[in-house]
C-alpha cells in the first residue's frame, strides 16, 4: 500500500469516531460509513446485520470476514471475535438464521507453521483482529491479525481479489476451506487443486439460511505472489477430519490434490479444504464464484479480472458506487455532517441487494435477468423498491423482470428469495406491490426497458387468483381469501394446499394490499374495466378481519381471527394481549391500524383514509391493531389520539418493517405538522452513524431506504404515484433520473438547521407552509406525484415555524389535499 493510500485509510479509520470531513466533488464514496449497523445483536444489541465488505452495487460477490460469535447474519461484526476466514458471498441486513448466510469457501492466511502442521481447522486457525484496523470503504475492505498479518479485499459482480500481506518474507500459507460456511452446513461437494496453474476449484452444497432448501456454489481460486507472473506453490495439498464424530482432529495430506464428499441430506460436521504456500510475504488469491458449476467460476474471474490489477478493479468498483450516490446530489459543504453522513451511509447499503446474479440461474433458461437475495419482499416493497424507482429504474426494470420471470418459470412471483430458493412467506406474496408499483410510474417506458407488461400484469393475476402447493414459499391461500373474503382460522383446504396456518389477519391485509396492486396495475396498463372492479373490491376484503367489539386499552375494534363458519362473524375470544403476544418480542407488540372507538367493520372500509395502500396491516405475527382515526362528517379522520396513544404508550417498534409509516400516518388525519415532529423524534431516537446506528436489522436495506425517504422529506404509498411530503432535513437535494434523463431540485426556503433534533425546539422552523411546483403552488402540503418527483423542475418546499398555523392548514383547503384513499374516490385513472 502506498503511503497516501494509507494516510487515506487512517483518515478514514478517524472518520469513524470524528465527524466526517466534508467530500470534494465526485467522493461521494468517502462519504459512506460502511460502519453502521454492525454491532452484534447479542444481549439486546441493535443488531443491524450490516454488510460492511467489498461488493459492487447489486454485485453477486460479497466479501468479507468471518466472526467465531453469533448472531453475525452478515459474517461481520465489529467487536472483537475471532476472525475464523474470508469468505466470498454474504447476505445484508437480513434476519434469519443468526449463524448467517453464505460464508462460504473461506481462505485464511497462516504464518510460521511447518505445512503438515498448520492449524488449518476452524478453532484451531481463527485469529483475533488487531483493535481498531478494520477499514471499509465502498469497493474496499481491509482488517489486519493480532499477529500482523493483514487482508484486503476488492471486487467486481461475480469475482475478485484477496491480497495477504504477511509480517515476513518466509514460507506463508492460505486455507482453502471447502466445508465451513457461516451455518456450517455442508451437505457434500468437491475441492480440485491444479498446482500447474495454481488453480483450486471448489463445489459444496449448503443449507440456505431462510427457509429449509438446499443450494450449490461454486467457486475458483487462482494464486499469485502478485499481480505478475505466476509462480509455483511452495508446497501444496489437502486437509480432511480423520473422522466426523472428531471433526477437529484433521489431517494434511502433502502433495494431494482433491478431495470428494458425496451428497448427503443431513448436514456433514467433516471439515476439509485444502492449503497451499509460496514462499513470499504477499499471497493474491483471484476468485470467481457461480451457481452453475466450477468452470464457469474461474471463466467470471477470467472474464471480470483478467489482468489482476487491484487498482482497476477497486477504481472501478469505487466509480460505480460514486454514480449510484450522485442521484442524490446535495451540498456537502452545506449539510449537516450527521445528516450527510447518514444519507450516503444509507443509499449505499439500500443499492448492495438484490444481487444481480444473471447468467448464474440454475434452474431455467431465460434471456430476461436474474437477481437473488430478494430477502424478502415482505421487507423491501416498502421502501427499496420505491427508492429505485425514483433515481435507479435501470437497476428496477431488471430486478422487476426478475420477478415476473420468476412467475414465467414457477407460476408464482419469488417472495423470498435467498440463496436461489424460495424462504419462506411473511405475509401476502409482496412481489405484488413491487410489480403494481412499477405499472403505475414506468407503464409508458416498460417497452425500451424490456419490461413485458402483459406479462407482468398475468403475474399479477395468477398471484392473486391461483394458489400453490405450499403458501408459506410462494404465492398466497387465495382458496380461502377467494371463497370467504378473509382468511379463516382452523380451516383445511380441501384442495390439499397447505402452509403456516397463522397470521390470518395481517396475512388479510396484505392480500388486500396485493389486490390493490393489481387493480392499480390493470389501470395504469388499460386492462378491462370488470378486473379493474374485481381486484379493488377484493382489496377492501381485509374489513372482513375486523372485529368491532373487541376491546383493548381504551380502543375498541381490532383486527382479529376468525373462523369460517358463524354469522354475522365468530371471533375468536383471544382479545388480551399477553395471549396473542409473541413473548419474547417487546415493547411495542401491538401494531397500530386504524380508525376510531365507533367504526362498524363495513364502515371501516367507507371512511378509513390510509387502509388500502398504508403498510400499517398487521405484523409477522398475529396483532390487534389499534383503531386510530375518528372520522369527521365528511368520512374524513380528524383524530390524532389512535397514533399519539400509540406512540406515547411506546408500541411504535422502530425496528420492523410494518411500523415504517407510521410516524407519517398524520397526514392522513390532515396534521402533517405531526408526522414532521414524529419523524424527526422517530430518526434522531433511532438512527445515528455508529456501529447501533440502525434500530433493527437493516433487512437488505429496508432500514436503509427508510432513513433515505426520512431525510428527503418523502415517503412512498405503495402502488402509487402518491409520495408524501415531510419536512427535509436538508436545504436542497437534487435527484437524478437515468431513464427519465431529468434533474429534479428540490430547495427548501427558510430552512432551519435548529430542527435536525429529536425535539425541535419550539420556533423552529420544521412545518412545511407552502409546495411549490415548477413555480406554481401545489394544491396540497401533504403529497406529490411521481412525476413531479423525478419530472426534472423544481419542486419548492417553504418551511415555517408557526405551529398552530400549520395545525390549522392540515393539507389544505382543497378537495384533493389529502392523500389519495380508495374507498373515498382516490387513486382515480
Ligand atoms: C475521496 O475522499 C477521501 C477522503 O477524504 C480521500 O482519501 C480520497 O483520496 C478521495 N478520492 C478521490 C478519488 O478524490
Ligand atoms: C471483548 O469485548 C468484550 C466487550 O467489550 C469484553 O468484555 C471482552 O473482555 C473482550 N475480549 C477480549 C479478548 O478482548
Ligand atoms: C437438496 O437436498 C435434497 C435432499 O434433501 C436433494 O435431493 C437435492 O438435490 C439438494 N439440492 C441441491 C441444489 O443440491
Ligand atoms: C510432494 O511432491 C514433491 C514433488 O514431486 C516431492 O518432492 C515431495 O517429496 C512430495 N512430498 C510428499 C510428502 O509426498
Ligand atoms: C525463501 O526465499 C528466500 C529468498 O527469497 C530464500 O533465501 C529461502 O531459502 C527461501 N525459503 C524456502 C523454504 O524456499
Ligand atoms: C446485471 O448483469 C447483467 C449480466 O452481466 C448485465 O447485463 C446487467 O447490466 C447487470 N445489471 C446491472 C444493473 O448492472
Ligand atoms: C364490487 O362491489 C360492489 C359493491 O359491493 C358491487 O356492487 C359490485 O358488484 C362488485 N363488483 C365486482 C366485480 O365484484
Same mark, same amino acid.
Given at each position: 500500500?502506498?503511503?497516501?493510500?494509507?494516510?487515506?485509510?487512517?483518515?478514514?479509520?478517524?472518520?469513524?469516531? *470524528? /465527524?466526517?470531513?466534508?467530500?470534494?466533488?465526485?467522493?461521494?464514496?468517502?462519504?459512506?460509513?460502511?460502519?453502521?449497523?454492525?454491532?452484534?445483536?447479542?444481549?439486546?444489541?441493535?443488531?443491524?446485520?450490516?454488510?460492511?465488505?467489498?461488493?459492487?452495487?447489486?454485485?453477486?460477490?460479497?466479501?468479507?470476514? =468471518?466472526?467465531?460469535?453469533?448472531?453475525?447474519?452478515?459474517?461481520?461484526?465489529?467487536?472483537?471475535?475471532?476472525?475464523?476466514?474470508?469468505?466470498?458471498?454474504?447476505?445484508?441486513?437480513?434476519?434469519?438464521?443468526?449463524?448467517?448466510?453464505?460464508?462460504?469457501?473461506?481462505?485464511?492466511?497462516?504464518?510460521?507453521?511447518?505445512?503438515?502442521?498448520?492449524?488449518?481447522?476452524?478453532? *484451531?486457525?481463527?485469529?483475533?483482529?488487531?483493535?481498531?484496523?478494520?477499514?471499509?470503504?465502498?469497493?474496499?475492505?481491509?482488517?489486519?491479525?493480532?499477529?500482523?498479518?493483514?487482508?484486503?479485499?476488492?471486487?467486481?459482480?461475480?469475482?475478485?481479489?484477496?491480497?495477504?500481506?504477511?509480517?515476513?518474507?518466509?514460507?506463508?500459507?492460505?486455507?482453502?476451506?471447502?466445508?465451513?460456511?457461516?451455518?456450517?452446513?455442508?451437505?457434500?461437494?468437491?475441492?480440485?487443486?491444479?498446482?500447474?496453474?495454481?488453480?483450486?476449484?471448489?463445489?459444496?452444497?449448503?443449507?440456505?439460511?431462510?427457509?429449509?432448501?438446499?443450494?450449490?456454489?461454486?467457486?475458483?481460486?487462482?494464486?499469485?505472489?502478485?499481480?505478475?507472473?505466476?509462480? /509455483?506453490?511452495?508446497?501444496?495439498?489437502?486437509?480432511?477430519?480423520?473422522?466426523?464424530?472428531?471433526?477437529?482432529?484433521?489431517?494434511?495430506?502433502?502433495?494431494?490434490?482433491?478431495? %470428494?464428499?458425496?451428497?448427503?441430506?443431513?448436514?456433514?460436521?467433516?471439515?476439509?479444504?485444502?492449503?497451499?504456500?509460496?514462499?513470499?510475504?504477499?499471497?493474491?488469491?483471484?476468485?470467481?464464484?457461480?451457481?452453475?458449476?466450477?468452470?464457469?467460476?474461474?471463466?467470471?474471474?477470467?472474464?471480470?479480472?483478467?489482468?489482476?490489477?487491484?487498482?482497476?478493479?477497486?477504481?472501478?468498483?469505487?466509480?460505480?458506487?460514486?454514480?449510484?450516490?450522485?442521484?442524490?446530489?446535495?451540498?456537502?459543504?452545506?449539510?449537516?455532517?450527521?445528516?450527510?453522513?447518514?444519507? @450516503?451511509? %444509507?443509499?449505499?447499503?439500500?443499492?448492495?441487494?438484490?444481487?444481480?446474479?444473471?447468467?448464474?440461474?440454475?434452474?431455467?433458461?431465460?434471456?430476461?435477468?436474474?437477481?437473488?437475495?430478494?430477502?424478502?419482499?415482505?421487507?423491501?416493497?416498502?421502501?427499496?423498491?420505491?427508492?429505485?424507482?425514483?433515481?435507479?429504474?435501470?437497476?428496477?426494470?431488471?430486478?422487476?423482470?426478475?420477478?415476473?420471470?420468476?412467475?414465467?418459470?414457477?407460476?408464482?412471483?419469488?417472495?423470498?428469495?435467498?440463496?436461489?430458493?424460495?424462504? @419462506?412467506?411473511?405475509?401476502?406474496?409482496?412481489?405484488?406491490?413491487?410489480?403494481?408499483?412499477?405499472?403505475?410510474? @414506468?407503464?409508458?417506458?416498460?417497452?425500451?426497458?424490456?419490461?413485458?407488461?402483459?406479462?407482468?400484469?398475468?403475474?399479477?393475476? =395468477?398471484?392473486?387468483?391461483?394458489?400453490?402447493?405450499?403458501?408459506?414459499?410462494?404465492?398466497?391461500?387465495?382458496?380461502?381469501?377467494?371463497?370467504?373474503?378473509?382468511?379463516?382460522?382452523?380451516?383445511?383446504?380441501?384442495?390439499?394446499?397447505?402452509?403456516?396456518?397463522?397470521?390470518?389477519?395481517?396475512?388479510?391485509?396484505?392480500?388486500?394490499?396485493?389486490?390493490?396492486?393489481?387493480?392499480?396495475?390493470?389501470?395504469?396498463?388499460?386492462? /378491462?374495466?370488470?378486473?379493474?372492479?374485481?381486484?379493488?373490491?377484493?382489496?377492501?376484503?381485509?374489513?372482513?378481519?375486523?372485529?368491532?367489539?373487541?376491546?383493548? =386499552?381504551?380502543?375498541?375494534?381490532?383486527?382479529?381471527?376468525?373462523?369460517?363458519?358463524? @354469522?354475522?362473524?365468530?371471533?375468536?375470544?383471544?382479545?388480551?394481549?399477553?395471549?396473542?403476544?409473541?413473548?419474547?418480542?417487546?415493547?411495542?407488540?401491538?401494531?397500530?391500524?386504524?380508525?376510531?372507538?365507533?367504526?362498524?367493520?363495513?364502515?371501516?372500509?367507507?371512511?378509513?383514509?390510509?387502509?388500502?395502500?398504508?403498510? #400499517?396491516?398487521?405484523?409477522?405475527?398475529?396483532?390487534?391493531?389499534?383503531?386510530?382515526?375518528?372520522?369527521?362528517?365528511?368520512?374524513?379522520?380528524?383524530?390524532?389520539?389512535? /397514533?399519539?396513544?400509540?406512540?406515547?404508550?411506546?408500541?411504535?417498534?422502530?425496528?420492523?418493517?410494518?411500523?415504517?409509516?407510521?410516524?407519517?400516518?398524520?397526514?392522513?388525519?390532515?396534521?402533517? =405538522?405531526?408526522?414532521?415532529?414524529?419523524?424527526?423524534?422517530?430518526?434522531?431516537?433511532?438512527?445515528?452513524?455508529?456501529?447501533?446506528?440502525?434500530?433493527?436489522?437493516?433487512?437488505?436495506?429496508?432500514?436503509?431506504?427508510?432513513?433515505?425517504?426520512?431525510?428527503?422529506?418523502?415517503?412512498?404509498?405503495?402502488?402509487?404515484?402518491?409520495?408524501?411530503?415531510?419536512?427535509?432535513?436538508?436545504?436542497?437535494?437534487?435527484?437524478?433520473?437515468?431513464?427519465?434523463?431529468?434533474?429534479?431540485?428540490?430547495? #427548501?426556503?427558510?430552512?432551519?438547521?435548529?430542527?435536525?433534533?429529536?425535539?425541535?425546539?419550539?420556533?423552529?422552523?420544521?412545518?412545511?407552509?407552502?409546495?411549490?411546483?415548477?413555480?406554481?403552488?401545489?394544491?396540497?402540503?401533504?403529497?406529490?406525484?411521481?412525476?413531479?418527483?423525478?419530472?426534472?423542475?423544481?419542486?419548492?418546499?417553504?418551511?415555517?415555524?408557526?405551529?398552530?398555523?400549520?395545525?390549522?392548514?392540515?393539507?389544505?383547503?382543497?378537495?384533493?389535499?389529502?392523500?389519495?384513499?380508495?374507498?373515498?374516490?382516490?387513486?382515480?385513472?
Amino acid at each position: 500500500m502506498q503511503p497516501s493510500q494509507r494516510l487515506s485509510r487512517l483518515l478514514l479509520l478517524i472518520s469513524l469516531i *470524528a /465527524p466526517l470531513p466534508c467530500a470534494a466533488d465526485g467522493n461521494l464514496t468517502s462519504l459512506a460509513n460502511l460502519f453502521i449497523g454492525t454491532a452484534s445483536g447479542r444481549n439486546g444489541g441493535s443488531g443491524g446485520n450490516a454488510f460492511p465488505g467489498a461488493a459492487v452495487p447489486h454485485g453477486m460477490a460479497k466479501v468479507g470476514i =468471518d466472526v467465531d460469535t453469533a448472531p453475525r447474519q452478515a459474517g461481520y461484526i465489529h467487536d472483537n471475535s475471532s476472525i475464523t476466514g474470508i469468505s466470498l458471498m454474504h447476505d445484508e441486513g437480513t434476519g434469519g438464521n443468526t449463524n448467517g448466510g453464505y460464508g462460504i469457501f473461506p481462505l485464511f492466511p497462516l504464518a510460521n507453521c511447518a505445512f503438515s502442521s498448520c492449524p488449518v481447522g476452524l478453532d *484451531a486457525r481463527k485469529a483475533l483482529r488487531a483493535a481498531n484496523v478494520d477499514v471499509a470503504s465502498p469497493g474496499y475492505f481491509a482488517t489486519q491479525f493480532v499477529n500482523g498479518i493483514k487482508i484486503e479485499t476488492t471486487s467486481t459482480r461475480r469475482a475478485g481479489l484477496i491480497r495477504f500481506t504477511y509480517p515476513l518474507a518466509q514460507v506463508n500459507h492460505v486455507v482453502i476451506d471447502l466445508t465451513n460456511d457461516l451455518q456450517r452446513s455442508f451437505e457434500g461437494g468437491s475441492i480440485s487443486i491444479s498446482p500447474s496453474d495454481q488453480t483450486i476449484k471448489l463445489g459444496g452444497t449448503f443449507l440456505q439460511s431462510y427457509g429449509t432448501d438446499n443450494y450449490t456454489a461454486f467457486a475458483c481460486y487462482n494464486f499469485k505472489t502478485s499481480a505478475g507472473a505466476s509462480t /509455483p506453490f511452495t508446497s501444496f495439498g489437502t486437509f480432511q477430519s480423520t473422522s466426523t464424530s472428531t471433526p477437529a482432529n484433521i489431517a494434511v495430506s502433502v502433495n494431494s490434490t482433491s478431495l %470428494s464428499f458425496p451428497f448427503t441430506s443431513s448436514v456433514n460436521r467433516v471439515q476439509a479444504g485444502g492449503l497451499v504456500s509460496f514462499n513470499s510475504s504477499t499471497i493474491l488469491a483471484r476468485f470467481g464464484i457461480s451457481f452453475i458449476n466450477a468452470e464457469q467460476a474461474c471463466a467470471n474471474a477470467d472474464a471480470e479480472v483478467p489482468t489482476w490489477d487491484w487498482d482497476a478493479v477497486q477504481t472501478s468498483s469505487r466509480n460505480q458506487w460514486e454514480d449510484v450516490l450522485s442521484r442524490v446530489q446535495i451540498d456537502t459543504q452545506v449539510e449537516d455532517v450527521t445528516v450527510t453522513e447518514l444519507l @450516503y451511509s %444509507s443509499l449505499y447499503r439500500a443499492s448492495l441487494v438484490p444481487a444481480n446474479v444473471t447468467g448464474e440461474n440454475p434452474y431455467w433458461d431465460s434471456p430476461f435477468p436474474f437477481y437473488d437475495a430478494l430477502f424478502c419482499s415482505w421487507d423491501t416493497f416498502r421502501t427499496v423498491h420505491p427508492l429505485l424507482s425514483l433515481t435507479s429504474p435501470r437497476e428496477w426494470s431488471e430486478i422487476v423482470n426478475t420477478y415476473i420471470d420468476g412467475w414465467r418459470h414457477t407460476g408464482f412471483l419469488p417472495e423470498c428469495r435467498a440463496n436461489t430458493k424460495a424462504g @419462506y412467506v411473511q405475509g401476502g406474496s409482496d412481489g405484488m406491490p413491487i410489480l403494481g408499483d412499477f405499472a403505475v410510474k @414506468y407503464a409508458t417506458h416498460a417497452e425500451s426497458l424490456g419490461v413485458p407488461t402483459d406479462d407482468l400484469y398475468q403475474a399479477l393475476r =395468477d398471484t392473486a387468483e391461483n394458489t400453490p402447493p405450499d403458501w408459506y414459499r410462494v404465492g398466497r391461500q387465495n382458496t380461502a381469501w377467494k371463497a370467504f373474503g378473509f382468511i379463516p382460522t382452523a380451516w383445511v383446504d380441501p384442495s390439499g394446499s397447505t402452509g403456516l396456518p397463522t397470521r390470518e389477519a395481517s396475512r388479510a391485509y396484505e392480500y388486500a394490499l396485493g389486490d390493490f396492486a393489481v387493480r392499480q396495475a390493470g389501470l395504469a396498463l388499460q386492462k /378491462p374495466a370488470a378486473d379493474i372492479t374485481t381486484y379493488a373490491n377484493r382489496s377492501m376484503n381485509f374489513v372482513n378481519m375486523w372485529d368491532a367489539s373487541l376491546t383493548h =386499552d381504551g380502543f375498541t375494534g381490532f383486527a382479529q381471527r376468525r373462523f369460517q363458519v358463524g @354469522y354475522p362473524f365468530i371471533f375468536l375470544q383471544t382479545p388480551a394481549r399477553p395471549s396473542i403476544r409473541p413473548p419474547t418480542r417487546a415493547p411495542g407488540a401491538l401494531t397500530i391500524m386504524l380508525a376510531s372507538t365507533n367504526v362498524s367493520p363495513m364502515g371501516l372500509g367507507n371512511r378509513v383514509s390510509h387502509l388500502i395502500h398504508s403498510v #400499517v396491516l398487521g405484523n409477522e405475527f398475529l396483532r390487534p391493531a389499534l383503531d386510530v382515526y375518528a372520522c369527521d362528517a365528511n368520512g374524513r379522520p380528524d383524530n390524532v389520539r389512535g /397514533p399519539n396513544h400509540y406512540f406515547d404508550k411506546g408500541y411504535f417498534q422502530a425496528g420492523n418493517e410494518p411500523s415504517f409509516e407510521i410516524p407519517w400516518v398524520y397526514h392522513y388525519a390532515n396534521r402533517p =405538522d405531526l408526522s414532521a415532529l414524529r419523524v424527526r423524534q422517530i430518526v434522531y431516537k433511532n438512527f445515528n452513524t455508529g456501529i447501533g446506528g440502525i434500530p433493527g436489522n437493516d433487512d437488505s436495506g429496508a432500514m436503509a431506504a427508510l432513513l433515505t425517504f426520512h431525510l428527503l422529506g418523502l415517503y412512498p404509498v405503495p402502488s402509487s404515484k402518491q409520495l408524501l411530503i415531510g419536512s427535509p432535513f436538508l436545504s436542497s437535494f437534487t435527484l437524478s433520473n437515468n431513464v427519465f434523463n431529468t434533474k429534479t431540485h428540490f430547495i #427548501v426556503r427558510n430552512f432551519d438547521k435548529t430542527t435536525l433534533t429529536g425535539t425541535p425546539p419550539a420556533g423552529s422552523r420544521i412545518f412545511v407552509k407552502t409546495v411549490r411546483i415548477n413555480g406554481k403552488a401545489s394544491e396540497s402540503l401533504c403529497w406529490i406525484n411521481f412525476e413531479d418527483v423525478v419530472g426534472g423542475g423544481e419542486v419548492e418546499i417553504e418551511v415555517d415555524s408557526d405551529a398552530s398555523a400549520a395545525a390549522a392548514a392540515g393539507c389544505g383547503p382543497a378537495p384533493n389535499a389529502l392523500p389519495d384513499s380508495l374507498e373515498t374516490g382516490g387513486f382515480a385513472a
